[in-house]
């Protein structure tokens, strides 16, 4: 059943769907216990940052076409342009603590320098993070301190001391989340043998041709991940990020068809998907040190 969209462009409007009273106009600290209202189905495009702990089950979160992957004591968010579709379980309340805030609460602050590396946002909602009892209890700690300035009278140090904890919030849940790369390293490493097959099969089945160099994008949506997600995963693993990962098997391949093949540089340029060769020529002497008819040469020679 189709859902009505809601603009989520203010903090008050998110208080308003849930009957939550309002201390800040930029900020609040969500208790969904304290909810006078609680809606069964609908679709939040947001204009605000946004995180969670969800505390139980109660429903079903759905960004895009996947349904999200959490359960008890799992962490969600969502950053401004994102939409998420909720359907809760009839019968059930929603048990829910986190934080919403505008973006306009952190400009001028560290915080809002550094919003963009928080990768997870960009995360899909199939990617949740899940805490141990401990790691809930920090999360649930810096969402105390916060609500403690929101209840504060406001001061000169109001902003930035609840900018900061924020931030630490934050900081936290990226540590967390390392955490989770680090304990699903097996799947992690099938994720990487996957991706190394279809790096492989894009290069020999001739979508280089047709499809031009590969994407970050490609390989994650291939296997069903997010192009953040996706790699601080494959980063994490290999110390180099998707990206770098990718024009390394490029000039893999070119090495050898450079080596084993009479193919001018022009037509090897072409079958991986260079549009140009003179870009081609650019990439290879930037990771090689030498430009691929210098490299054919070095070969030749022995």
């Known amino acids: 059943m189709k859902t009505d969209l809601i603009k989520m462009d203010t903090v008050e409007e998110y208080n308003k769907l849930f009957g939550l009273e309002t201390l800040h106009p930029l900020v609040n600290v969500i208790d969904l216990s304290e909810a006078t209202r609680f809606p069964i189905r609908f679709t939040i495009?947001?204009?605000?940052?946004?995180?969670?702990?969800?505390?139980?089950?109660?429903?079903?979160?759905?960004?895009?076409?996947?349904?999200?992957?959490?359960?008890?004591?799992?962490?969600?968010?969502?950053?401004?342009?994102?939409?998420?579709?909720?359907?809760?379980?009839?019968?059930?309340?929603?048990?829910?603590?986190?934080?919403?805030?505008?973006?306009?609460?952190?400009?001028?602050?560290?915080?809002?320098?550094?919003?963009?590396?928080?990768?997870?946002?960009?995360?899909?909602?199939?990617?949740?993070?899940?805490?141990?009892?401990?790691?809930?209890?920090?999360?649930?700690?810096?969402?105390?301190?916060?609500?403690?300035?929101?209840?504060?009278?406001?001061?000169?140090?109001?902003?930035?001391?609840?900018?900061?904890?924020?931030?630490?919030?934050?900081?936290?849940c990226m540590r967390f989340y390392n955490r989770q790369f680090v304990t699903r390293e097996k799947s992690n490493k099938d994720m990487l043998t996957r991706f190394e097959a279809l790096l492989d099969d894009y290069f020999q089945s001739g979508k280089s041709r047709t499809n031009g160099l590969p994407t970050v994008r490609y390989f994650a949506d291939k296997v069903f991940l997010s192009p953040n997600y996706f790699g601080d995963l494959i980063k994490k693993e290999?110390?180099?990020?998707?990206?770098?990962?990718?024009?390394?098997?490029?000039?893999?391949?070119?090495?050898?068809?450079?080596?084993?093949t009479e193919k001018t540089v022009n037509q090897i340029a072409d079958e991986l998907g260079f549009q140009y060769s003179q870009h081609f020529n650019r990439v290879f002497k930037k990771v090689a040190g030498y430009t691929p008819s210098e490299y054919r040469k070095r070969v030749a020679a022995g």
């Open 238 to 260: 290999t110390g180099k990020n998707p990206q770098e990962y990718i024009q390394g098997k490029i000039i893999d391949t070119a090495k050898d068809m450079l080596a084993d």
């Open 45 to 172: 495009n947001y204009g605000i940052y946004a995180l969670f702990l969800k505390e139980t089950k109660c429903g079903d979160i759905r960004y895009g076409r996947q349904v999200y992957d959490y359960r008890e004591g799992t962490i969600t968010s969502f950053a401004p342009g994102q939409v998420s579709e909720t359907e809760m379980l009839e019968g059930m309340k929603p048990t829910a603590r986190g934080i919403v805030f505008h973006p306009d609460l952190i400009k001028g602050t560290s915080l809002g320098q550094e919003i963009k590396s928080y990768s997870f946002f960009s995360y899909n909602s199939t990617e949740a993070l899940h805490l141990s009892d401990e790691e809930k209890s920090i999360i649930l700690d810096c969402l105390a301190k916060i609500k403690m300035e929101l209840t504060h009278p406001i001061d000169k140090l109001s902003k930035r001391l609840i900018a900061r904890n924020i931030q630490l919030l934050l900081d936290y």
